[in-house]
């Protein structure tokens, strides 16, 4: 269980720091994806201002995820744009507790994860902090959500309380201050991973070019989460380079 130092968000921060200035333009959500004779427009309106603005290229890859991707007017193919809308997309929810660090002092944990009964969930410890009064420990579904985040939040935090305290037996009492992450209400995310039926086309041609439109996110591997959404960049940006060869001769 590794993790980058102050949070993970600081590797797309680090990213974000090698593009020259407007390269990313954030605050800017996205209102139509179009072809056009020589590649993509993407409309879109800065979240700030409120002004809609257009911006033209050879190629779009789309990283958007599919329940708001769907929602979105769009000049993809058929066989694309209907069934976008059909794919189960999952929601995980994260359940965290400020408490003494019991399962250092008592248990001789330090980071990683504890297994429970569920096997779509997991306790997952801190990677930093160590020996401090207190940290924090969060429960985690990642399969199975829909379950526990239609309950009202208190019982949400209750639920989780208790399945803590059943793999540390009396502990569940020092779990304090609780925050729930819901994936499924996170804007412009809704889930945390499309769930495709085993006789849908749909991941194998969203794996392929639509004209100019690219496709790259962690659920179109077989992997997931952030290794997958790295696999799945470099295969598109690979196929984009092949594609660009041989249109050189």
Known sequence: MLQPVGGMDVIPKAIARKFPPMTIRL???VQEIRRTP????????????GAVQEIEADYCICTIPLPVLARIPSD???EIKSKIGDVFYGNAVKIGFESRRFWEQEYRIYGGISFTKDPGATIWHPSGGFHKP????VYYIYLGGESVTSRPQAEQHRFAQAEIDAIFPGHG???GKPIVINWGKIPY???NKANFAPEDTLYDRMNQPDGPF???????????WQEGA???ARYTVAAIHKRQLAARG
Do not use: C
């Not at 020589?38 to 201002?49: C, D, E, F, L, Q």
């Not at 790259?216 to 997931?224: E, F, I, Q, V």
């Open 214 to 224: 690219y496709f790259a996110n962690d659920w179109l591997t077989h992997s997931g």
């Open 189 to 191: 995310n809704e889930g």
């Open 230 to 232: 790295i696999q799945s």
């Open 76 to 78: 993809f193919a058929p």
């Open 27 to 29: 605050m800017s959500e």
């Open 134 to 137: 207190k940290g924090i420990t």
């Open 173 to 175: 009492k020092e779990l």
């Open 38 to 49: 020589k590649g993509a427009r993407i409309v879109y309106k800065n979240r700030t201002s």
